[in-house]
Structures are given as structure tokens and as C-alpha cells.
Nanobody, 121 residues
Framework: QVQLVESGGGLVQAGGSLRLSCAAS????????MGWFRQAPGKEREFVAAISWSGTSTYYADSMKGRFTISRDNAKNTVYLQMNSLKPEDTAVYYC??????????????WGQGTQVTVSS
């Protein structure tokens, strides 16, 4: 079992940057592939990025490539999402998730509570 807690969300102007963090509990963090998703008001949850258990492989939604970077530090049980050149349409609740399968853009076994990101124009 792994528990996930996101942080780092907030209000930022368009063109700005934010780095989200997701801290995981448990000693088995390094066994899990990790993913980031987001959900905007009135929209379905959307895959953002995923990273393998070792961190050597990453996968992005096409619309995020070049602006977002997923990374992890297994020594700190933490996965990150660096978001640059933010746009108002990036406004959403961002969730991290963990699963034993990679790549995985849909079904994850464990989810965090989410952190709000708001991008003003």
C-alpha cells in the first residue's frame, strides 16, 4: 500500500512556472511507476505524464510535451512535475498516482487528493 500527498499548487500568471511534488509513504515507492493527471472543472480527468519505477523512462500526453517534465527521487519517495510556460487552460486539480504497470495512461491503483493549479491570464 502506498499513500500519496501532493503539494506545490497555487496561483500563477500565464507564462509562469510551478513545480508540483508528490510525497509517497511506504518503503515500496521505488517499485511503482508514477503518473500525473489533471481535472479541470466540468471536464474528465486527463493524463499528463508518467515515469517508470527507475525514472529512466518517461511518457507524456502530446499537449504537455516540451512544457512539462516529470521526475522522481526514490531516495526521497517523491515524484515531481515541473510545469513551464503555463497557460490558463492548464488550470485544474492535479493528481499523482501510483501503479505497478508502466506505461499506464488510465488505470492506477493509488491516488493522491490533488493540488489546485490556477493560471491567470
Amino acid at each position: 500500500q502506498v499513500q500519496l500527498v501532493e503539494s506545490g499548487g497555487g496561483l500563477v500568471q500565464a507564462g509562469g512556472s510551478l513545480r508540483l511534488s508528490c510525497a509517497a509513504s511506504g518503503r515500496t515507492f521505488s517499485y511503482y511507476a508514477m503518473g500525473w493527471f489533471r481535472q479541470a472543472p466540468g471536464k474528465e480527468r486527463e493524463f499528463v505524464a508518467a515515469i517508470s519505477w527507475s525514472g529512466t523512462s518517461t511518457y507524456y500526453a502530446d499537449s504537455m510535451k516540451g512544457r512539462f517534465t516529470i521526475s522522481r527521487d526514490n531516495a526521497k519517495n517523491t515524484v515531481y512535475l515541473q510545469m513551464n510556460s503555463l497557460k490558463p487552460e492548464d488550470t485544474a486539480v492535479y493528481y499523482c498516482a501510483a501503479d505497478l504497470n508502466y506505461p499506464n495512461v488510465h488505470e492506477y491503483d493509488h491516488w493522491g487528493q490533488g493540488t489546485q493549479v490556477t493560471v491567470s491570464s
